[in-house]
């Protein structure tokens, strides 16, 4: 308990310096998920999940907006962990996280005059690990299923590369390899830049997404994202469920919002925007 | 009886040549896809379904459209279509192997579908569809021959064949209705996330399958002593006619709901599909000729079909049913896939252009179908013009 809480004052240090500030009147107003809030009425008032763990991430934008070079970071270490390719063209694009505008990111929020330059600052974008995780309820196969911790996993030996779960992603996280990831371009360049042997690369054929680093968390190690980034207060992970988690105090001590609330898939990500 | 298709006049073989030559042309670009993968199509990250699917979707109608003869026949008793209810059987047969060939070819991994078997997931609308799809080809390969082998040896069919044809009606209206399921269930999708998406589908399947049949029965009237009759013309007509009326008006209900509640999430992928979608500064409107296309054609064709009845034109009629099939294959098979991919999930836009290997595969899937067709219509003429003679 007492290691919890100096873990925690200095998670909220650092967030005040990453431009945080201290929690304000208001948003100790707003104190909680706005996630029961938003999906209220489809879900029957109630909230997701809530027993057994639920890992989840906070995306502190300000602190993205602070060091913008943060969010190229992140790509950066989760693909080239990941063997994730670069095909070099928007068509065959395969992305576990990347920066997007925050009207993308967020298309259906408005806000009528944006404060502080929001429109420019990168947002990341990457799996939510939805609750009710509509990519799942699609998949023919199981190739895409929850695991117990709540992520959202995939095996890549049996998606017969249908893509019903990407028309069923409202994020569109997923990605399919159109091509060989493995294979080289015209002057002989791999498309994976240096493979990791540590994880599998794909086949073609197959759809892949963010995995919330499973392979690491397997090891007790946090995603590599969140450790990328670390000693910066931009991203937080851990249990959604146990209220004694760093992430379930960010949670409680600031703003935050999910994409797409009202779609009731319930996302496992949160932004302080 | 399935020698009646290996005998055959000229015509005959030089189209059956014709279609096995395009196969064979599909077959090779096939090969590249297989070597290649799929990134050998148009399809992209945003637009991840393309003409493969839409073909697949709009087939599906075709097969269920049968239902449209068989129902008035043996539920009904409607004599008149008596005639003609076998090509609505094999109809089906040919445009549900053409969905299988579809969803084959538009696979990442083709050597795996059996999983979608071996690991059943019942919560997933493509393992019902593959269930649905599968018993509908299943029950009208069985009721069709069964029903033509009988009468081949001038018996009745037996009364298990008429329960089975029973069971093909309500499971008729299934195939559609699953098909439609695949797209109105995922949230996020605004255009397919529609109540009336089903129904839609089953209206322009009415339309579209007897339509296909009529043009097809017409020309077997012209180059064999096959007639359908005046009076199941005549009652086609109004099925046909009635169907594309409410494939309309379902189509205006879509219009009015998306404009008139005037939530952008509705309106977008209308906007995209009829006017063009401007976006940064650029209007993106590849479709729209072909949207338009479709509702002048269908309109045109609803009019057509029934001056034709009116005057007893064949020639008018065989034109009215192209007109409204056409219409009714470009809403359904181009912008009903393709439109809801657009904008994609984060309000950015990507256009899709279907590429020349994947025209190629489309052109031979097609091929196929028509192959099956007229080898299954070959031989129920051949048996029916021995019975009447
Ligand atoms: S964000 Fe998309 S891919 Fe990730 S769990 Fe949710 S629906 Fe599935
Ligand atoms: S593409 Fe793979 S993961 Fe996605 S729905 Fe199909 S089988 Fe499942
Ligand atoms: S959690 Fe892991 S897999 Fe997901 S984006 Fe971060 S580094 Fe990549």
């Not at chain 1, 420019?120 to 998949?139: G, I, Q, S, T, Y």
């Amino acid at each position: 308990m007492k290691k919890d809480r100096r873990d925690f004052l200095k998670i909220a240090g650092l967030a005040a310096v990453a431009g945080i500030g201290a929690p304000s009147a208001f948003g100790s107003l707003l104190r909680g998920s706005d996630e029961a809030l938003a999906a209220a009425p489809a879900a029957g008032g109630e909230e997701a999940a809530k027993s057994g763990k639920r890992l989840g991430m906070v995306i502190n934008v300000r602190a993205f907006a602070a060091q913008p070079e943060l969010a190229e970071k992140c790509t950066e270490v989760c693909h080239s962990i990941h063997n994730v390719p670069d095909f070099g063209n928007p068509k065959d694009e395969i992305k576990w996280i990347w920066k997007d505008k925050y009207n993308n990111v967020f298309a259906d929020s408005s806000h009528y005059k944006r404060p502080g330059g929001l429109a420019e600052v990168p947002v990341l974008a990457l799996c939510n690990h939805c609750d009710k995780p509509p990519c799942v309820r699609a998949c023919p196969t199981k190739a895409t299923f929850k695991k117990s911790d709540g992520v959202v996993a995939m095996d890549y030996h049996r998606c017969i590369g249908c893509r019903f779960c990407m028309a069923a992603c409202p994020y569109g996280a997923r990605s399919f390899n159109w091509r060989d990831p493995r294979g080289k371009d015209e002057n002989g360049n791999p498309f994976i830049k240096t493979l990791n042997p540590k994880f599998p690369a794909r086949m073609r054929g197959v759809v892949e997404k963010c995995n919330f680093c499973t392979e690491r968390l397997a090891v007790g190690q946090i995603p590599a994202c969140v450790e990328a980034v670390a000693g910066t207060g931009a991203m937080f992970f851990g249990d959604l469920n146990d209220p004694n988690s760093e992430i379930s105090q960010i949670l409680s001590l600031y703003y935050t919002v999910q994409r797409k609330p009202s779609l009731g898939t319930y996302p496992s990500l949160f932004y302080i925007i | 009886m399935i020698e009646k298709a290996l005998t055959g006049s000229k015509g005959y073989w030089a189209w059956m040549i014709f279609l096995l030559a395009i196969m064979g042309m599909g077959g090779m670009f096939y090969t590249q896809q297989w070597n290649y993968g799929l990134g050998i199509t148009g399809m992209s990250r945003d637009v991840t379904w393309g003409i493969y699917i839409s073909q697949f979707t709009f087939l599906v109608g075709v097969a269920a459209g049968g239902l449209m003869l068989v129902l008035p026949y043996y539920l009904h008793n409607y004599k008149e279509f008596g005639r003609i209810t076998i090509l609505g059987e094999f109809m089906a047969i040919a445009a549900v192997i053409m969905c299988l060939m579809f969803i084959l070819a538009d696979l990442g991994q083709p050597i795996r579908a059996l999983n979608v078997m071996l690991y059943p997931t019942p919560n997933s609308m493509l393992f019902w569809d593959m269930i649905v799809l599968n018993g509908y080809l299943f029950l009208n390969v069985v009721c069709g021959w069964a029903v033509l082998h009988a009468e081949y040896k001038g018996v009745k069919y037996s009364s298990w064949v008429k329960k089975l044809i029973l069971l093909s009606i309500p499971w008729a209206v299934s195939i559609h209705t699953v098909t439609a399921f695949l797209y109105c269930g995922l949230p996020g999708r605004h255009f397919w996330l529609t109540a009336i998406l089903a129904p839609r589908f089953l209206a322009s399947a009415f339309a579209a399958g007897p339509a296909l049949l009529l043009v097809v029965a017409l020309i077997m009237e012209r180059t064999t002593f096959f007639k359908v009759g005046q009076v199941a013309k005549d009652k086609l007509v109004t099925i046909i006619g009635y169907a594309a009326i409410i494939n309309f008006f379902f189509l205006a209900c879509e219009f009015f709901v998306g404009f008139y509640s005037n939530i952008p999430g509705h309106m977008h992928t209308l906007e995209y599909l009829f006017w063009g979608l401007s976006h940064d500064g650029h209007v993106y409107n590849n479709l729209v000729p072909f949207m338009r296309a479709s509702v002048v054609m269908g309109i045109v064709g609803i009019a057509l079909i029934f001056v034709s009845r009116s005057k007893k034109s064949d020639g008018l009629l065989a034109a009215s049913c192209v007109l409204i099939f056409l219409s009714l294959w470009i809403d359904k098979g181009l912008g009903l896939v393709l439109g809801g991919f657009v904008p994609n999930m984060l309000e950015q836009v990507t256009e899709y252009y279907p590429t020349v290997p994947e025209i190629g595969v489309t052109a031979a899937i097609w091929a196929t179908g028509f192959f099956v067709l007229t080898l299954l219509y070959k031989v129920a003429i051949s048996v029916k013009l021995e019975k009447e003679s």
